[in-house]
């Protein structure tokens, strides 16, 4: 008995801590230049789209580029407020060493082989008439979403459970912001690669 309760002392005593390392100031940089670069993106897709183009569908089920870029914008906003709580409270070191999933992220998230059905107060509306009204919130929201991250808080520290990719620290929440965005970029961009997609109207 004895010999076992020494082996079992042993035993703990051999179990790394887990230790959970801040973020950097590069890994903040990166996360920036990430929401950066699927906003470009974004606004290189739809910034030239003409009113004809805005609002055509391939079929009636499939989504307009309006209702892709719709979708997009109510999502930062939504995705974003979800962070912000989670940013208040420090989750536990064991709960951090499951939460750091970018990669994952990335390559789920750009899988569009893969549908989901998005979820009621994310579909669209018909809210935005045109590129335009869209581009301008959209540029509105995520400047938000940089200013936040910007802000000197440590996304790694916090962290949240996401209902497809589980617990996720605040850090990649914000990858997984970012690359849903990209993800219905991509959306828009076969939708204008589709052959019955209205051509621009040439300049007068």
């Not at 569009?112 to 935005?128: I, M, N, V, W």
């Given at each position: 008995?004895?010999?076992?309760?020494?082996?079992?002392?042993?035993?703990?005593?051999?179990?790394p801590?887990?230790?959970?390392?801040?973020?950097?100031e590069?890994?903040?940089?990166?996360?920036?230049?990430?929401?950066?670069?699927?906003?470009?993106?974004?606004?290189?897709?739809?910034?030239?789209?003409?009113?004809?183009?805005?609002?055509?569908?391939?079929?009636?089920?499939?989504?307009?580029?309006?209702?892709?870029?719709?979708?997009?914008?109510?999502?930062e906003?939504l995705?974003?407020?979800?962070i912000?709580?989670?940013?208040?409270?420090?989750?536990?070191?064991?709960?951090l060493?499951?939460?750091?999933?970018?990669?994952?992220?990335?390559?789920?998230?750009?899988?569009?082989?893969?549908?989901?059905?998005?979820?009621?107060?994310?579909?669209?509306?018909?809210?935005?008439?045109?590129?335009?009204?869209?581009?301008?919130?959209?540029?509105?929201?995520?400047?938000?979403?940089?200013?936040?991250?910007?802000?000197?808080?440590?996304?790694?520290?916090?962290?949240?459970?996401?209902?497809?990719?589980?617990?996720?620290?605040?850090?990649?929440?914000?990858?997984?912001?970012?690359?849903?965005?990209?993800?219905?970029?991509?959306?828009?961009?076969?939708?204008?690669?589709?052959?019955?997609?209205?051509?621009?109207?040439?300049?007068?």
């Amino acid at each position: 008995m004895k010999r076992m309760l020494v082996l079992a002392m042993l035993l703990v005593l051999a179990i790394p801590a887990v230790a959970v390392e801040p973020m950097t100031e590069a890994e903040r940089a990166a996360l920036v230049a990430h929401l950066e670069r699927t906003g470009a993106r974004l606004e290189k897709s739809i910034g030239g789209v003409a009113a004809a183009q805005w609002t055509w569908k391939a079929a009636p089920e499939r989504w307009s580029v309006a209702e892709a870029a719709e979708h997009i914008i109510a999502s930062e906003a939504l995705i974003r407020g979800l962070i912000e709580p989670a940013m208040k409270t420090e989750a536990s070191a064991e709960l951090l060493a499951t939460a750091r999933k970018e990669e994952m992220l990335d390559k789920m998230l750009l899988d569009r082989s893969k549908k989901f059905q998005a979820p009621e107060p994310l579909k669209p509306t018909g809210k935005y008439a045109s590129a335009q009204d869209a581009l301008a919130t959209f540029r509105a929201e995520r400047q938000k979403t940089i200013d936040f991250v910007k802000s000197g808080g440590d996304f790694r520290l916090h962290a949240a459970e996401h209902p497809a990719a589980g617990p996720l620290d605040a850090y990649g929440w914000i990858v997984f912001l970012s690359g849903h965005s990209e993800r219905h970029t991509l959306q828009i961009e076969e939708v204008q690669a589709d052959a019955g997609y209205p051509k621009s109207q040439p300049a007068p």
